[in-house]
DNA sequence: GAATTAATTGAACGTTCGTTTTATTAATTC
DNA sequence: GAATTAATAAAACGAACGTTCAATTAATTC
C-alpha cells in the first residue's frame, strides 16, 4: 500500500503532535520509540518523517509552541496601568488556568529539557526566562511602592512559580477541588507569602482565600 | 584479564552508585546506558550486573534509599513536644538542607518514577506520601490551635513541599546566597503563606526573613 | 484524462541497547 | 600452598532503536 484513501497532511500532523505530547509526558521522551508513537497515531513509523526531520525536532516544536503559546496567554491576559496587587493576581490566575489546561505539554516542557541540542536549550530557556521575568518585574514595582514585603525578589519569583507550576503534579480535574476553588486558593496563598498589604479591588469568591488577601 | 588487582567489592559498589546517580541525574535514567555508567566506574559492563541484578534494580535502590535518608532525617530532626510553628520551622529546615545536599539524588527520585514498576512505584510513592503526611498533620494541628490560617491543609502541603523542592532546580552552591540566606528566605516566606501568628521562639538570624514571621 | 504532487507503505540499514555466558585472575581460607 | 571464593574481563546474544529509501497510490492540477 501507499497512500491512503482520506489521508489529510494537516490533519496526520495534528494527530502527530497530540499523540507525541501524550506519549512523552507518559513514558518520557527517551522511551517513548517512533514506533510506538506511529502506532498510536495509526500510521508506518517512516509517515513521521515527513513531518518532523528528527524525533528532536517533534520534541523541539512541541516544547517551543508550548513556551510560545504560555507568553502569548500572559500577553492577552496581563492589565495594563494597574496596581501591582491586580497584576500578579492575573499573573497567578493566568498561571495557573494555562498549566492545568496544558498539564501534558506542561510536564513535557519542564521535564524534557536535556534531550534538546545545546542550542536549542538556550531557545527555550530564553523563552522561560522572559516569562519569569515579567514576575520578577511585578514584584519588584510592588515591593518599591509598598505593596509587598519581599526579601529576595528572584528567589520569591521562583519560589512562587514552582509553587504554581507543581500543581500539575497532583490536580485533576473532576476531582475533589475545582480549577476555581484551586486558583482561589493559590491566589491567597501567593498574597500572603509576597506579604500584600492592598487590597486589589477585585471582589472574587475566594471566601477565606480572599479575606487572607488583606482585603 | 580478570579480577584486578587492588578490587574490592564494597568500594565498586559505592562507586557505582554515585557515578549512577550523577550520570542519571545529568542525563535521564533512559538516557544512561550502562556501558556508559561502566565506563565511568572504570570498569567493564558485566561487571555491574554482579551488584545490581538489572537497570532498573539499580535505579530502584538509589531511589528507596533516597526516600528512606529523607524519613529518617526528618525522624532525628522532628522536635518534641512544640508549637506547630517551631515544628513548621524544622521541617522546612530539614527539607532544604536535605534536598540541597542531594540534589542529585533528589532529581532521580522525582524525576525518573514512570521508569520503576507498578510495584516499586507503589513502594516509594507510599514512602513519600508518609512524608507529606508528616507536614499536612503540622498545618492541621497549627490550624486548630489557631497558630496558622489555612484554606486547605492538603492543597497548602502540596504547595509548600513544591515550593521548596524547587530550590534544587536553581540553586547553586557558592553563588549569590548562601543556604543559609535560602532557608531563612524560605522560612519566611512559608510562615507568611500559611498565616503564622505566633512566634516560634528561635531568634535566629533571618534579617529581614525573621521579621516577617511576625515575632 | 494525463501529468504532477501529496501522503503513505514496506522493507531494510547500521547502531546501540540491556543482559548473559564463560573464562580468568586476585584475594582469602584452611 | 592447595582449594575456594570474590571480582572482573571479553565476547557475544537477540531485540529494539532512529532513520532512510524506493515503490505505490490518492488527490490535485492543467
Redesign the interface.
Given at each position: 500500500m501507499a497512500r491512503t484513501t482520506g489521508s489529510d497532511g494537516e490533519k496526520t500532523e495534528a494527530a502527530v503532535r497530540e499523540a507525541a505530547v501524550n506519549l512523552i509526558a507518559?513514558?518520557?521522551y527517551?522511551?517513548m520509540s517512533m514506533r510506538q508513537l506511529a502506532a498510536e497515531v495509526g500510521v508506518q513509523p517512516a509517515a513521521l518523517y515527513r513531518y518532523f526531520p528528527t524525533k528532536e525536532d517533534l520534541l523541539f516544536t512541541l516544547m517551543r509552541e508550548h513556551m510560545e503559546g504560555l507568553l502569548e496567554a500572559w500577553s492577552a491576559a496581563r492589565p495594563a496601568n494597574t496596581d501591582p496587587v491586580s497584576q500578579l493576581a492575573a499573573y497567578v490566575e493566568n498561571h495557573i488556568a494555562f498549566h492545568i489546561e496544558r498539564r501534558h505539554a506542561t510536564h513535557v516542557s519542564n521535564?524534557e529539557l536535556?534531550?534538546l541540542s545545546h542550542e536549542r536549550l538556550t531557545q527555550i530557556l530564553k523563552m522561560r526566562t522572559a516569562y519569569e521575568k515579567e514576575l520578577r518585574k511585578i514584584l519588584r514595582d510592588g515591593a518599591e511602592a509598598g505593596a509587598f514585603?519581599i526579601?529576595?525578589t528572584g528567589?520569591?519569583a521562583?519560589?512562587?512559580?514552582?509553587?504554581m507550576?507543581?500543581v500539575i503534579?497532583?490536580f485533576r480535574p473532576g476531582e475533589r477541588?475545582s480549577i476555581a476553588e484551586?486558583t482561589?486558593?493559590?491566589l491567597?496563598?501567593t498574597m500572603?507569602?509576597?506579604?500584600a498589604t492592598i487590597s486589589h479591588g477585585t471582589a472574587r469568591p475566594f471566601?477565606?482565600?480572599g479575606d487572607?488577601v488583606a482585603l
Open positions: 507518559r513514558l518520557g527517551e522511551a521535564m536535556r534531550s514585603e526579601d529576595d528567589l520569591t521562583m519560589a512562587l512559580i514552582q509553587m507550576t507543581g503534579v497532583w477541588l484551586v482561589g486558593s493559590y491567597s496563598m500572603r507569602l509576597v506579604g471566601g477565606r482565600a487572607a
